[in-house]
């Protein structure tokens, strides 16, 4: 009898991990969160994309909780969330945006063409500021509190329906 | 088949312009051990885009950040374990392809050596009852052989 | 007309194909469970059936990527009017649609073989093999049929020219990599269909095992092969020089390669001495389950991205599916028919069948954890622990150790003799050879490559150690016989099979050492008229021309390399553009060498004229490969051996009388 219960293992093993593979089968394996959550927002200093002479550091984002979204020109999906990044600016949420690995001009010209919902936009250039956020694409989004700690990150395109059920609902929280 | 996973998923996410191509830096290392540091710390990181390369085979424009960060470091004399924890300050574990132990890890690291512990125990134990059963009996396909054998010769 | 209809006929002969499938499936069994003749003898019929209607149902999927219809979706998505005519054939499995369809075709294949190349087995025995492999063709044609149709159309709204076909692969490699794959995938059931039929039928002793060996080698060379085929796709491909990755997809298709090969030396010993009997059955279904779940992990998203392979999460749940019926109901009757009671064959520490049950054990390790290491990262996510990577330096670190545990019980396996032997025999045939591994692999990495080194010198020294016990054996054999002649005629060629797969795994083994740690690689900038030296070669970039190619435009740089010798050959790197996707491509030059590659990739445009280039010497690196296809000829040479095809008289007799057949051949391996 013993024997026979032993023969049964490999099916149990296996049933186990058929649980498991079906568990899995809907979710993102490429989903992965910020290693930055929690932590205060990267020390940088760098010009603005409108003026080149004025330089801003991580004091701007104290005092107020602000989306932070690093865009490009270079960057179809940075186009398509435009709508949504105006409609979050129209309900009264501080934006600022990192203009990343692009060039003044162009940066400029994407903003005069799609619309600019944020308060100021950081020029980084060589991606310095991207690399301090562990940004590997773009568009991505950043939460940040009131004393500079960051709280929620998005990674890619923020589709209407989650400026709704994610976006605004976390602004709330941490206001 | 890697690469071809990052190029569908390149094409699906959005980069910088002019992606795909090798990235092949020249860069002068002062003695050959750093040279050597450069390629296992670029080896043994993870590009966090890519599906699964590490940065030093990858050609995604975040890698040849990452290559140019870990070539700094070296060059501002930071040890490796430094460069690691820049890393993965910014990019999270994920980037370890050697993961650290840590509780939990330790089942990755800790069931091989079991199995293999449990394996010469299996052994022993498998050849010590096969060892007594040499002696005591036949094996069935013995018997039945020797039954065959038997048989041919009584009815020859 | 009807050429309009091809796609269509295809679609219907698949679905004809299907019924078939089923109809193989369902009458042989309930005839084999229920001792009917008639119904048994549905079984080759619908095998030659279902095989004719797959291959006409792929020919038309063919056609209609030859003459560019684009209004099937594959065609459109995979092909492009420029394409030339041998990629678009290879273009055909160059997708999931296409590749699945290969798939059922070649099972199908071998399914027909099995079923015609087994006249000499119980008619029941055959009509459950049929069956069995009717039900998992049935499967895969009904996966393809609801979730894969690749004759699906895009009409009305047919694009005017196709997409193309990646880049990547348009190669050589590429064309052939897939389907030498599959056919080790594939053919893994039917050593499976056996191991059940054998279950089903209560015929649990050692004939079936005898039957299902020559499928097995099959099996396993054609993966091998795969496999190697991969490797060095990947290597001359991807532009890094890499050729082994540890990347799921890999590890996916090693899984049921190690498993595959506990079974070839696990089948041996139930074989020659009736032991492990329920061992080799288990064996047989999880090598044939670990190919269907290095397909899953492959198509379903769940370990890749959700963009990879197949973004349909349908296809996903239907091949989980497919796989959980398959491996519950083959472990069910494992639990439920495998043998209550076993009886002990005996043997000693000093065997070889002791040595073939350290063989299994470290091959299990070996398997289990490539297992863990692909899927730990998923269990860690699964349980909210974070996100981790495992990637080459675990594996490397448990694989090389769990190699050299193996290569030293290699030495002993193939010398040692069945059930018992002499502590001092064995010594008296290994010492001098053990001695000469030490010395010699101690001494050639001193003669050979930059700088000695400890790896280079374990490699070499545990090759060694493989292989001469085997040569000295091979010696003392024709020694042992009136003449040279008669000596080797007197070694069986599945003999010959087993030392030509050791041999492969040394001659791996070397290739892995050398080039692993004594590769040389400088990334250097070069404008026309630069020369740079590296491992006794001299570099010197002579031009670079843009040029165009079928459908890609390419810059192509010209390097004179020079021996030290004075003489010189050309190397033409290329960084390709492909016209239809826009996709940039490194095409590396290659000089192949049996004792070293030059590996060139041209980099970016520095701007001032000059170009970076990578810059690769690469020892002993097609060792790798060569390795491999010893691995697959030891593998097809064990098959051919006309033992496995001659019925020995004492079987027949006992398969009239119903008994179990004693082993046979022992003789011939005492």
Known sequence: MKRRLLLFLPLIAF?????????RLGMDPSYRDSALIERDFPAFSASTLEDPNRTV??????????????????????????????????????MVGVDYRDTREKGRQFLAEYGNPFELNIFDPDGDLGFDLGVYGAPETFLVDADGVIRYHHTGYIAPEDVREVIVPEVKKWR | ?????????????????????????????????????????????????????AIGDSDAPISGDMRDRVYALLQDGKSDTEIVNHMVDRFGEYILYNPRLENRTYLLWGIPVALLL????????????????????????????????????RSS | MLTKMIPEIGHFALIIALLMAIIQAVVPLAGAATRRPLWMAFDRPMAAGQFVFL??????????????????????????????????????????????????????????????????????????????????????????????????????????????????????????????????????SVVFAFAIAALLG????????????????AAWAFLTVGIALGSWWAYYELGWGGWWFWDPVENASLLPWLAGTALIHSLAVTEKRGSFKSWTVLLAIATFSLSLMGTFLVRSGVLTSVHAFANDPSRGLFILVLLAITVTLSLLVFALRAPRVSHKVGFTWLSRDSLLLVNNILLVIMTVTI?????YPLILDALGLGKISVGPPYFNSLFVPLTAIMSLF???????????????????????????????????????????????????????????????????????????????????????????????????????????????????????????????????????????????LADTATLRVERENGTHFMMRPEKRLYLATGMPMTQVALRAGFTRDLYVALGEDLGDGSWAVRLQYKPLVRWLWLGGLLMAAGGVIAVIDKRYRRVPARDRHAERAGAAPATASREATA
């Open chain 1, 15 to 23: 049933l186990g991990l058929a649980a498991f593979f079906y568990y």
């Open chain 1, 57 to 94: 550091d991580e004091s701007l984002l104290k005092g107020e909780v602000t989306l932070v979204n690093v865009w490009g020109e270079w960057c179809p999906a940075c186009k398509q969330e435009m709508p949504q990044l105006l409609d979050l600016a129209e309900r009264g949420i501080r």
């Open chain 2, 1 to 53: 088949m890697a690469l071809i996973r990052w190029l569908l998923f390149a094409l699906l996410l959005t980069l910088p312009a002019a992606a795909v191509a090798v990235g092949i830096e020249v860069r002068d290392f002062d003695d050959p051990v750093m040279q050597e540091r450069y390629r296992d710390l670029t080896g043994s990181m993870r590009c966090p885009l890519c599906e699964n390369q």
């Open chain 2, 118 to 153: 449990a394996g010469a125990l299996l052994v022993a134990l498998i050849v010590r009852t096969r060892r007594n059963a040499s002696a005591a009996s036949l094996s069935a396909d013995e018997q039945a052989r020797l039954d065959e054998l038997t048989k041919r010769k």
């Open chain 3, 55 to 188: 291959a006409i149902a792929y020919a038309c999927l063919t056609a209609s990527y030859m003459a560019d219809d684009f209004s099937v979706a594959t065609v459109a998505n995979n092909s492009n009017s420029l394409l030339p005519w041998y990629y678009k054939l290879s273009a055909v499995w160059g997708n999931h649609e296409g590749s699945v369809l290969l798939w059922s075709l070649m099972l199908s294949a071998w399914g027909l073989l099995a079923s015609l190349w087994s006249r000499r087995l119980p008619r029941d025995m055959v009509a459950r093999v049929t069956g069995i492999l009717g039900l998992i063709g049935a499967g895969f044609l009904l996966f393809v049929l609801v979730t894969s149709n690749p004759f699906a159309r895009l009409l009305p709204n047919m694009p005017e020219d196709g997409t193309d076909l990646n880049p990547l692969l348009q190669d050589f490699g590429l064309v052939v990599h897939p389907p030498m794959l599959y056919m080790g995938y594939v053919g893994f």
């Open chain 3, 202 to 217: 209560g015929r649990l002793d050692a004939a079936w095992t005898r039957w299902a060996r020559p499928w097995t080698n």
């Open chain 3, 371 to 375: 297992l863990l290491g692909t899927l």
């Open chain 3, 410 to 552: 290699m030495g002993l396996g193939p010398v040692a003799r069945w059930k018992q032997m002499p502590g001092r025999e064995l010594l008296s045939r290994v010492w001098l050879s053990g001695v000469a591994a030490l010395v010699l692999g101690a001494t050639i990495p001193l003669f050979y490559g930059p700088e000695w080194n400890a790896k280079v010198m374990l490699g070499m020294m545990l090759a060694l150690w493989i292989v001469l016990p085997m040569v000295r054996d091979i010696v003392a054999r024709v020694r042992a016989s009136s003449s040279v002649g008669r000596g080797f005629k007197k070694i069986s060629l599945a003999h010959w099979g087993m030392v030509l797969g050791h041999l492969g795994i040394a001659v791996t083994m070397v290739g892995v050492a050398v080039v692993s740690n004594d590769n040389i690689e400088r990334n250097v900038r070069m404008a026309p008229g630069d020369s740079v030296e590296m491992a006794g070669y001299t570099f010197t970039l002579q031009n670079l021309r843009e040029r165009r190619g079928p459908n890609y």
